[in-house]
């Protein structure tokens, strides 16, 4: 069964870079031709979807966030990382990550971790 | 701004069936996925490509699509069905996801 698990520091200051990082078991991050993403949820908002890293490494972001975020993977320790920097209180929110349910179905987000609470303040 | 739209708010009478929809022009080109979200929770993928659910899910959910338009049906709603639900899809570039607005969904 696959797994994913969101850990970050909780708060972040005013134009600082967010760090997360999503383990992930039950599954290879390298292997399988999947896709690999972070979504967001400002409280009592909607879901935005921030950026994807395929099983290669390849990366695709959503272009609404300017360039601020990189996503990453360390093989070793079978994580995935979401950095985003500059940050405002705008990006105070839920962030999860999740997985593909299907290298068929991609964008089709099956698997999620149950999503860490970031607030941005000073 | 998301490229999909949903009502933000439908009910339904115990035992009814409603139908949910998502717009968007992508969504001539790619079929739209479903998710259920409760309270403090994480999404859960109920509805993906033409019409199926992931194992366990009941059956009383189904998903369609026509024109720039997909829906979710729940048909026999259950008190368990309240929730937000939201669709998502790629952009009308193809390379991005995209979610829609969300629709809370209230059984009375």
């Known amino acids: 069964q696959v797994q994913l698990q969101e850990s970050g520091p909780g708060l972040v200051k005013p134009s600082q870079t967010l760090s997360l990082t999503c383990t992930v078991s039950?599954?290879?991050?390298?292997?399988?031709?999947?896709?690999w993403s972070w979504i967001r949820q400002p409280a009592g908002q909607g879901l935005e979807w921030i950026g994807r890293m395929y099983t290669d490494g390849t990366t695709t972001y959503n272009p609404s966030l300017r360039g601020r975020v990189t996503i990453s993977v360390d093989t070793s320790k079978s994580q995935f990382s979401l950095n985003l920097r500059s940050v405002t209180a705008a990006d105070t929110a839920v962030y999860f990550c999740?997985?593909?349910?299907?290298?068929?179905?991609?964008?089709?987000?099956?698997?999620w971790g149950q999503g860490t609470l970031i607030t941005v303040s000073s | 701004s998301s490229e999909l739209t949903q009502d933000p708010a439908v009910s339904v009478a115990l035992g009814q069936t409603v139908r949910i929809t998502c717009q968007g022009d992508s969504l001539r080109r790619y079929y739209a996925s479903w998710y259920q979200q409760k309270p403090g929770q994480a999404p859960v993928l109920i509805i993906y490509?033409?019409?199926n659910r992931p194992s366990g899910f009941p059956d009383r959910f189904s998903g369609s699509s026509s024109g720039n338009t997909a829906s979710l049906t729940i048909t026999g709603a259950q008190a368990e069905d309240e929730a937000d639900y939201y669709c998502?899809?790629?952009?009308?570039?193809?390379?991005?996801?995209?979610f829609g607005t969300g629709t809370k969904v209230t059984v009375l």
């Open positions: 490509g033409k019409n």
């Open positions: 999740a997985r593909d349910i299907g290298a068929s179905f991609p964008g089709s987000f099956g698997y």
């Open positions: 039950g599954a290879s991050i390298t292997s399988g031709f999947y896709y």
């Open positions: 998502n899809s790629r952009d009308s570039s193809g390379n991005l996801y995209v």
